[in-house]
Each structure stands twice: as C-alpha cells, then as structure tokens.
C-alpha cells in the first residue's frame, strides 16, 4: 500500500533474494500497490525480458495486479492490448496462461464488462489455446453475475439506503 519509495524498497528485496519462496511473496505484494502508474509498470516489466521479473512469474505479475481493485481493469486492459506480445512471450499452451486469462476476467459484472469479454474471445479464438475453458468460464461467471445483479441490485441498495436513514434518524 506504500508509494514509490517502499516500492523500490521491496524490489530491490525482491532483486537480491536468492530463495524462490521470497521472491514469491515479494512480487505478490508488488502488486498490492496503490499507484496506478507502478501497477502499469508492473505489468510491462511482466513482458519484458530484461526488466527483472523473470519470465516464469511474469503471469504472477499480471494475475497479482488483477487481483488488485486498483489493478483490475487495467490488468485485462493490458492484456488485451499487448495480446500478441503476451501470447508469444508466455505460449498459449502452458498452464500459467489460462491461470492468467483466468485471473484478468474473473468477477466480472455489467453488460459493458461482458461486452469487452465478449469481444476479445470472439476476436482472439483461435489463439487462446489451453485458456479457451477459461476464457469461456469467466463469460458464463460475468453472465451469472449480471444476471444476479440486475435481479439483486435494487432490492439490496433500497434496504441499505433504508438502514442508513434508521441511523442517521437514530442519531438526530
């Protein structure tokens, strides 16, 4: 959650360690940042052979930043855009790949979210290799859960807008 200054501070932790268990955790908190600029830059050093990410846990990267509110979008955005770097650089047949599509479209919850989802499987079919399930996952999860919403949401803000008259008519 820190700026810049503990940004460089855990990844030069991350530069010097030699056991594979803390390089892990390091890079998972990487991601935790706050800072969209450090996320983005995160995600470039993701696909960029001599930035210091090794190549192993650049899907790490994106995944992590995916599960970042702040990184959400930005991690699919990403993805989409740099689509033939990221499927030549990591293959389309490993399994870190599908974990990687999996983790930058999971949770997904309003019909422009599933028309971006939409529109990138349909224009990318035939490269998603081993990630085709999990692309098609994510579209039948964000469906279900648009479909929840849509029959939820204003039930469920109407009584928390009720309950938050009850407080303030308690208080005043």
Do not use: H, P
């Not at 935790?32 to 846990?57: A, F, H, P, Y």
């Not at 309950?163 to 008519?169: D, H, I, M, S």
């Amino acid at each position: 959650s820190g700026g810049e200054k503990e940004w460089n501070f855990a990844w030069e932790r991350y530069e010097n360690s030699q056991v594979a268990s803390e390089k892990s955790t390091l890079l998972s908190a990487l991601s935790c940042s706050n800072e969209m600029w450090i996320l983005n830059k995160m995600l470039n050093m993701s696909v960029t052979s001599d930035s210091g990410v090794r190549k192993q846990d650049g899907t790490k990267v994106i995944s992590g930043v995916a599960s970042n509110t702040i990184g959400r979008d930005l991690s699919f955005d990403f993805v989409r855009d740099q689509w033939d770097i990221i499927k030549n650089y990591y293959g389309k047949s490993t399994f870190s790949f599908a974990g990687l599509m999996k983790a930058t479209m999971k949770d997904r919850n309003t019909k422009f979210d599933m028309s971006e989802l939409k529109t990138f499987a349909t224009a990318n079919k035939a490269d998603l290799g081993t990630a085709t399930r999990a692309v098609q996952q994510a579209i039948e999860g964000g469906e279900a859960n648009l479909e929840w919403m849509n029959k939820n949401y204003a039930t469920i803000s109407a009584w928390l807008e009720e309950q938050n008259k009850a407080a303030l008519r308690q208080y005043y």
